[in-house]
């Protein structure tokens, strides 16, 4: 299994209304390829219903990129209950350790 697949198995485990960041997913994975987990993110080939990518933040907080647009990375997070104040989400009360 190359390093995406692994990101995007880790990715299943991120429940509804929780996020991680791409730091948490690369120390998961024993790698410091931060970015290389938001590469991995950005090109997730699998449906996001079952490897929600748009979980997945940066580590202070701030929303990070998405592939299909902030707005809808944004959109989808509120729509699970995450609430988003001044452009971040504060990881002590939505945050999930993988």
């Known amino acids: 299994m190359n390093f995406n697949e692994k990101c995007y198995q880790i990715l299943k485990t991120i429940p ?24 991995a993110m950005n090109k997730n080939p699998h449906d996001t219903n079952v490897y929600p990518c748009h979980r997945v933040i940066s580590t202070n907080g701030n929303i ?29 009360r939505f945050g999930f350790k993988v």
């Open 16 to 39: 509804k209304g929780k996020v991680t960041t791409y730091k948490a997913i690369a120390n998961a994975l024993n790698s410091k390829g931060y970015r290389a987990v938001g590469n």
């Open 64 to 92: 990070g990129g998405y592939a299909h647009g902030t707005e809808v990375k944004i959109k989808r997070l509120k729509s699970e209950g995450i609430i988003i104040e001044n452009d971040k989400i504060d990881l002590e």
